[in-house]
């Protein structure tokens, strides 16, 4: 008797290491599969809280013609998925809402004049300096400082207020009510500059003893404050998201100038998107798996960016 139950007993002892060994066999493969390394990762997901930040001309626009067409698809997803795209550019705010309504983005914070101007949210009414805040020197001051400058030191440039709208019209290809718009500046001064290299490094050095910063954009050259900052502009935004969302977003941005670097730097993942600058677009992290550099120039190449990065969330 006692012989057959501790036969009994050793097979069911047998039998349970048969199978843990089999879990422990299925558990190792199952492992093997998930961690399979794949040739690229899908590392955001419209199903997640998720911001885009993106540069508008030469990125999200066609730097000659402002046609956005090619990015209409992603444009109606990531509205029909509430997932907030904001507009990030050198340009007024007054002409960045206006081509919001054109895109379908309206309401949604946007970052004008390279980051010294924030426009919040359209339901942020309970947050301080709504619904715009003016970062650093305004372009009142900012102007007198120009002024100034050209008098004493003859430094040639032409800004935006010393022009009529057709000149603009004729610098950008907008329309009249548009270029307009393009004038309304806040908290920075636009120009072109007609003097030589070495006279432009002069120019930039004095501006930084005024606690000013000379930045170079896709057409023209802008004047602010030394503390502001595209990147600054969107660290603001995420913070407010995180905190009516109580998570910090995922952040993706898309640019393709140099002065789209700094907003790119501070992104989780980042599109750089094909340009014609000669300058490139040097950032601090360029890990392939956060990085995606694009075939394609403008709107064409802004959709092929969120293609790479949200391909498996497509339907
Ligand atoms: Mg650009």
Known sequence: MDERVNAHRLDVVWDARNRYQKNIFFTVSLLRVVC??????????????????????????????????PAAPWLYRLRERNIPLILCSSKTAAEMLHLQQTLGL??????????????????????????????GISHSEIHIVL???????HFKFTTFDDVDEQTIVDWTGLNRTQAALTRLHEASVSLIWRDSDERMTLFADQ??????????????????????GKDQAANELIAIYQQLWQKRPATLGLGDGPNDAPLLD???????????????????????????RTQHEGPEGWREGLDYFLSSDKG
């Open 36 to 69: 399979q390394p794949e040739k690229r990762i899908a590392m955001l997901s419209v199903n997640e809280p998720l911001l885009i930040f993106t540069d508008l001309d030469g990125t999200l626009l066609d730097s000659h013609t402002y046609d956005w067409q």
């Open 147 to 153: 002024n100034s400058l050209r008098e004493k030191m």
């Open 207 to 228: 501006l930084e003893q005024m606690g000013l910063q000379f930045v170079h954009g896709a057409r023209f050259w802008h004047v602010l404050d030394a503390s502001v």
């Open 266 to 292: 501070v992104m989780d993942y980042a599109v750089v998107v094909k340009g014609l600058n000669r300058e490139g677009v040097h950032l601090q992290h360029i890990e392939p798996s956060r990085v995606y």
């Open 106 to 135: 309206q309401g949604l914070p946007l970052i004008a004049e390279n980051g010294a101007v924030v426009q919040l949210d359209a339901h942020w009414q309970t947050q301080p300096h709504y619904p715009r805040r003016i970062n």
